[in-house]
């Protein structure tokens, strides 16, 4: 299995291309708002994208998206309550940057997401883990033991909860009953920072170390 990333725009969000193998289809997981540095690192790998998976609806992970899937000729899957922010990248660019010259259009091509599934695309079976917390509609998403952990779980910490729907108890109510269970030897690639595992944030990170 090939995944890779690049670190886009000025929130530093982590894209990630996975396929099952070189040169064949591929899934991008989020798409920060530059849609050039996505469809970049698909290029650089010689690989087909068939799906965007947004984690959630923040447009450091969304603002790429119309046009990603505009020239990929691809739908992104994102899950129904994160809509408020998937829809409306205008008003987090306000609250983000103040006065800003960057115009998003809509999302054309979506697809749902539904918690507890299983998604075939492109050669990969891709599970679908409703993680709500730092955003209602945030999903985590594990692939043949990979965990692409969004803006739930990082290295050393967890996703702020001060946003507009993000809820502290509901963010360690998922992390407590779904990725906690995860195996140790999970590969953990989070929204912003570097790589890391169930194992070493299991006994390192101070979030999730008084959970059982
Ligand atoms: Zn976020
Ligand atoms: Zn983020």
Same mark, same amino acid.
């Given at each position: +299995? ?30 920060? %708002? ?22 959630? $609806? ?7 998206? %119309? ?12 899950? %129904? ?12 660019? =306000? ?8 115009? !998003? ?44 952990? $969004? ?20 963010? !360690?109510?998922? +992390?407590?009953?779904?990725?906690? %269970? ?15 595992? +169930? *194992?070493?944030?299991? *006994?390192?990170?101070?979030?999730? =170390?008084?959970?059982?």
């Amino acid at each position: +299995m090939l995944v890779d990333s690049d670190t886009l725009w000025l929130a530093s969000t982590n894209t990630y291309v996975v396929a099952a193998e070189p040169g064949g289809p591929c899934v991008i997981v989020d798409a920060p %708002p530059d849609p050039d540095g996505v469809l970049g690192l698909v290029e650089r790998h010689g690989l087909a994208p068939v799906a965007l998976l947004l984690t959630h $609806g923040h447009v450091d992970h969304t603002g790429g998206a %119309p046009d990603v899937c505009q020239r990929a000729g691809i739908a992104a899957y994102v899950h %129904p309550d994160d809509d408020f922010l998937t829809f409306d990248p205008a008003t987090q660019l =306000r609250a983000l940057l103040g006065a800003s010259t960057l115009s !998003i259009r809509a999302l054309e091509r979506v697809e749902r997401l539904t918690g507890g599934t299983l998604l075939q695309v492109g050669g990969l079976d891709i599970e679908v883990i409703h993680t709500p917390g730092h955003t209602p509609g945030h999903c985590c998403f594990l692939v043949e033991g990979r965990l692409f952990s $969004g803006d739930h779980l990082f290295a050393g910490s967890i996703g702020r909860t001060d946003l507009p729907g993000g809820d502290l108890p509901t963010l !360690i109510e998922s +992390m407590r009953t779904k990725i906690l %269970p995860l195996a140790d030897d999970t590969a953990v690639y989070p929204g912003h920072g570097p790589t890391t595992t +169930m *194992r070493v944030e299991r *006994r390192t990170n101070p979030f999730l =170390r008084d959970l059982r």
